[in-house]
C-alpha cells in the first residue's frame, strides 16, 4: 500500500506532530510527512525539523490583505506537495469555510475534551471549572464550525480533585500522542467512512478506496 502524505499545520512546540513522526518511524503509520507550514516564524515545531529532510515553510497571515489569501497560499504549498490528508497540530488560527471546503474531508483536529463538551479555547480549564470528573480527547474531520466536525475517535482521561488546567493538559496531551496517530493511521488504511455527522469505522478487508 502506498503511503499516504501527510501535510502538518502547526504554531507551537509541535509535540502532537513528533508523535506522528515517532509513529510513522516506528511502522505503526504507513504514511510520510510531505510538508509542515506554520503561521509562527518562531514557532518550536520548525526548530524540531531543522536537522530533517521534511520541507518546512512559514507562511505568515500578517504577509496578506486578506484571509482567504492567505489559506489560499497554504492550499496551495499542500498542493505541491500531493497532501492527501491535512494535520491540525497546535495550529492556533481558525480556518475559514473557505479553507474548510477546499479540503472537505481531508482535514484532521485534535481537541483536548470530549467533545461537543468544552469546545474553543481553554478547554482544560472550562472542564476544571464546571467540575467535570471525566474529560479527554477528540480526533474530528473539521467542518465550519469551531469544533463540530464529525468525531473519529475519543478517549477519556480521569479529572483528579486537585487538578489545575495545566496538570490536566498534561495528562490528556500523553492519551493526544496516542490517539491522533491512531486515528490517522485508520484514514490512511482506508478505513473512515463519513456519513453525516457520523463517521464509520469500517472492519480490515471492507476498506474504502477511491476511484
Not at 516564524?41 to 520548525?46: D, E, F, I, K, R
Not at 464546571?130 to 480527547?137: A, D, E, Q
Not at 473539521?142 to 477519556?156: H, K, R, V
Request: aromatic share 6%.
Amino acid at each position: 500500500m502506498n503511503k499516504k502524505v501527510l501535510g502538518v499545520l502547526a504554531s507551537g512546540r509541535g509535540s502532537n506532530m513528533q508523535a506522528i513522526v515517532d509513529a510513522i518511524d516506528a511502522g505503526r503509520l504507513n504514511a510520510k510527512i510531505g510538508v509542515v507550514i506554520s503561521d509562527n516564524p518562531n514557532a518550536n515545531v520548525l526548530k524540531r525539523l531543522a536537522d530533517s529532510d521534511v520541507p518546512v515553510t512559514c507562511i505568515e497571515r500578517k504577509n496578506f490583505a486578506a484571509k482567504e489569501e492567505w489559506e489560499a497560499a497554504i492550499a496551495a504549498e499542500l498542493n505541491a506537495h500531493q497532501v492527501e490528508l491535512v494535520i491540525l497540530a497546535g495550529f492556533m488560527r481558525i480556518l475559514s469555510p473557505y479553507f474548510v471546503n477546499l479540503l472537505s474531508g481531508r482535514v484532521m483536529n485534535i481537541h483536548p475534551s470530549l467533545l461537543p463538551a468544552f469546545p474553543g479555547k481553554n478547554a482544560q480549564e472550562q472542564a476544571i471549572r464546571y467540575g467535570v470528573r471525566v474529560s479527554g480527547c477528540t480526533v474530528h474531520f473539521i467542518d465550519e464550525g469551531m469544533d463540530t466536525g464529525p468525531i473519529i475517535l475519543q478517549e477519556a482521561v480521569p479529572v483528579e480533585s486537585d487538578d489545575t488546567a495545566e496538570i490536566l493538559a498534561e495528562r490528556i496531551l500523553h492519551v493526544e500522542h496516542v490517539l491522533y496517530p491512531r486515528a490517522i493511521a485508520l484514514y490512511c488504511e482506508g478505513r473512515l467512512k463519513i456519513e453525516g455527522r457520523r463517521v464509520i469505522i469500517l472492519e480490515k478487508g471492507e476498506e474504502l478506496y477511491e476511484d
